[in-house]
């Protein structure tokens, strides 16, 4: 079946520095895209999302962007603070294909994100 | 605050013993699912039910059970058959596509299964 991946299992940034966590899906067919945020011991915790009629969508020191010739997700934090450490992974939706709504998202194995002082 | 709640966070289960995990919500959501969570995958889902005394199998049901017969209750068994039952059990919600178009899952904090 179709999958997302991620290209780096773990990342370290800087504390004040930006960070950039990407992501790769294969189902070209794909319409929506979420990212979430886990942290240690809880659950996933939505953080943005986007469509694909969009190529960027901003929210609060986040943005995501989505470049559907490569297939390709990214997320960016600006100035990563320490509360930022956590697990990040994608999700998608291809309701196109599954014929369902909101119910087959396709998730992504995570992105370590680590914060140095 | 609206929210999931999921409990307990820790269960512990012996040798041919089913158990059962809560989830409540107070979002008013129409759809509820239940994913497993296992180091170093993605989450895999187990059950969905997109309305009150409806529900579907995910990829992974076969060893667990579940029932709606409230809105904001989705409760998930893990039965004796489930041979590899430990693992973080998660479960989320969200409005109903047809009604709200694409919408996120949300989820609760998870409740996390060994075996005894």
């Known amino acids: 079946g179709e999958s997302v991946g991620l290209h780096l299992p773990t990342l370290s940034v800087q504390e004040g520095d930006n960070s950039i966590i990407n992501c790769a899906y294969s189902n070209s067919a794909s319409d929506y895209f979420i990212w979430y945020k886990q942290e240690s011991g809880k659950g996933p915790q939505f953080i943005i999302d986007?469509?694909?009629?969009?190529d960027k969508r901003q929210g609060q020191r986040v943005t995501v962007l989505l470049n559907k010739t490569v297939k390709h997700l990214s997320l960016q934090i600006a100035a990563t603070q320490p509360g930022d450490s956590a697990v990040y992974f994608c999700a998608e939706n291809s309701r196109t294909i599954s014929n369902f709504g909101n119910e087959k998202l396709t998730f992504g194995t995570g992105t370590r994100l680590t914060i140095i002082p | 605050d609206g929210g999931i709640t999921q409990s307990p966070k820790y269960l512990f289960r012996k040798e041919g013993q089913n158990v059962t995990l809560s989830c409540e919500q107070n979002?008013?959501?129409?759809?509820m699912y239940w994913y497993r969570q296992d180091p170093g995958q993605g989450l895999r889902l187990i059950y969905y039910s997109q309305i009150v005394n409806d529900f579907q199998k995910g990829d992974i049901a076969e060893g667990y059970s579940v029932s709606r017969e409230k809105k904001e209750s989705f409760p998930l068994t893990v039965t004796s058959a489930q041979k590899n039952p430990t693992a973080f059990y998660l479960c989320?919600?969200?409005?109903?596509?047809?009604?709200?178009?694409?919408?996120?899952?949300?989820f609760g904090d998870g409740t996390r299964l060994s075996i005894l």
């Open positions: 986007i469509r694909s009629n969009m």
């Open positions: 989320a919600s969200s409005n109903d596509y047809d009604r709200a178009g694409y919408q996120p899952q949300h």
């Open positions: 979002l008013n959501h129409d759809a």
